[in-house]
Each structure stands twice: as structure tokens, then as C-alpha cells.
């Protein structure tokens, strides 16, 4: 072999050897270092993939928004990383919404988190809301205040619908 693909073959167990030791440590800081220093080889693509998945774990363990963002500030240019973290601040922001538990709460967690995991039970948990509070409706004015306040809402539709029925017969 010459010198060169020696020194290659030298330098990718270099490499390697120290993705091992970095492996070790298992901080998602030397993760990131190892990238950086050593970008495109296949020992930083596969630090990467390493360094989301530990990213990911740790988002999924972590209690508080505040957690999440303080890690998000080295790592918000990776995208799964990045999904991982919206997910979870979804899940949490769901947990105080469920301890809250009220219509206005649903609707700002429904309105905030669109896209979230919780979302369709965050909509049936709004719409029982909004079933108990159409149920013990008595006035007109009551009536067209729910359907301002729940305009999407199948029975604010049906309070229009009885409402112009008896305009109509009057």
C-alpha cells in the first residue's frame, strides 16, 4: 500500500477510535464536538443519528418547558431533535390543561398545539364542556353568547339554525 492509503487507513481508525471514546463519555455535547470536528464521515453520520436519539430520550424525560428550551438552544438546527421537543412540550402543556380542566383551557391548548399527539381528546374533552354548558342554556341571550363564544361548534350551528326557524314563524 503507499503512504497516502496508509494515512488514510491510519486516520479513519484514528477516527473511529475516538467516536469509541466519545461514545463513553455519552454527553450530548461531545456528541455535537465529535460532529463538528469530524464532519462528513460516516463516524459523524453516525454520531449524529447517536446524539438524536439521546437528544430525543432526554426531551422525553424532561419535566418542564423550561428544560426543553434550555437544551433547544444548542440543538434547535436538527430537525428531529427539533420534533421531538415540540412533541413533548405539547404532552406537558396537555398534562396542565387536563389539571385545569375547563373549556377556555381546552380551547387555548387546541389553538396552541394543532398538530398535537392529545389533540382530538383535548376536542372531546371541549365538546363535553360545551355539551354541559349548552344544556343548562335558558335565555335567548344566553344561547347567542355560546354561539359567539363556540362559533365551530355544532350546537352553536343549531342554536342558529332553531333561532332563525323561529324568527321565521314569527
Known amino acids: 500500500k503507499s503512504v497516502p492509503e496508509i494515512a488514510h487507513m491510519a486516520e479513519g481508525r484514528r477516527i ?21 470536528k469530524y464532519p462528513k464521515t460516516n463516524e459523524s453520520e453516525a454520531a449524529q443519528r447517536e446524539m ?39 404532552s406537558l402543556a396537555y398534562l396542565a390543561v387536563k ?10 391548548f387546541i389553538s396552541k398545539y394543532p398538530y398535537a399527539d392529545e ?9 363535553t364542556f360545551r355539551e354541559s354548558e349548552y344544556a343548562h342554556l335558558k335565555t335567548a341571550r344566553q344561547l347567542a353568547d355560546f354561539a359567539l363564544k363556540n362559533d365551530d361548534s355544532p350546537l352553536a350551528e343549531q342554536r342558529f339554525h332553531l333561532s332563525a326557524g323561529v324568527r321565521q314563524k314569527t
Open 52 to 90: 438524536i436519539k439521546l437528544a430525543t430520550k432526554i426531551i422525553n424525560e424532561a419535566s418542564t418547558e423550561a428544560e426543553i428550551d434550555s437544551l433547544m438552544k444548542d440543538y434547535s438546527q436538527y430537525e428531529a431533535i427539533e420534533r421531538a421537543a415540540k412533541k413533548r412540550k405539547a
Open 119 to 127: 389533540n382530538n381528546e383535548a376536542l372531546d374533552a371541549l365538546e
Open 16 to 36: 473511529a477510535s475516538l467516536l469509541e471514546d466519545m461514545r463513553q463519555e455519552g454527553s450530548l455535547q461531545a456528541y455535537k464536538t465529535f460532529i463538528e
Open 99 to 108: 389539571k385545569i380542566n375547563n373549556a377556555e383551557a381546552y380551547r387555548n
